[in-house]
């Protein structure tokens, strides 16, 4: 099964179920049975709502930044292992505090933290 598209409240294909749900529809989405050839129509509706206090972004000197060190630095690694770094192999980088990196002087070896 997979979806074939997704429409938000007040859009062609949702209208009648915004005038049945109200605010509280969420989303439509399209889905398709390939096995059971059957075209599914499903809702995504709020329930329920508290209130939500998001966690406090840290302190600019705790921030995670990514470094690249190179297989060869032996000694650099040992720093930045020291300083609390952690080995991220799906991007290839050291993630560690930007602290750590502007007190290890690595500075220079910041990499784009996009998708940290």
Do not use: H, N
Not at 64 to 83: D, F, Y
């Amino acid at each position: 099964m997979f979806i074939g598209s997704t429409v938000a409240p007040g859009q062609r294909g949702a209208r009648k179920l915004l005038t049945q749900y109200g605010d509280r529809l969420v989303c439509v989405r399209y889905r398709y049975d390939a096995q059971r050839r059957k075209r599914l129509k499903t809702v995504e509706l709020i329930v329920a709502e508290d209130a939500w206090e998001p966690p406090p972004s840290p302190p600019a000197g705790e921030r995670l930044v990514s470094i690249r060190v190179a297989a060869s630095e032996l000694a650099l690694r040992k720093q930045v292992k020291q300083a609390g770094g952690k080995w991220d192999p799906q991007r290839g980088v050291w993630v560690l505090c930007s602290a750590a990196v502007v007190e290890l002087g690595v500075a220079a070896r910041l990499v784009s933290t996009a998708r940290l």
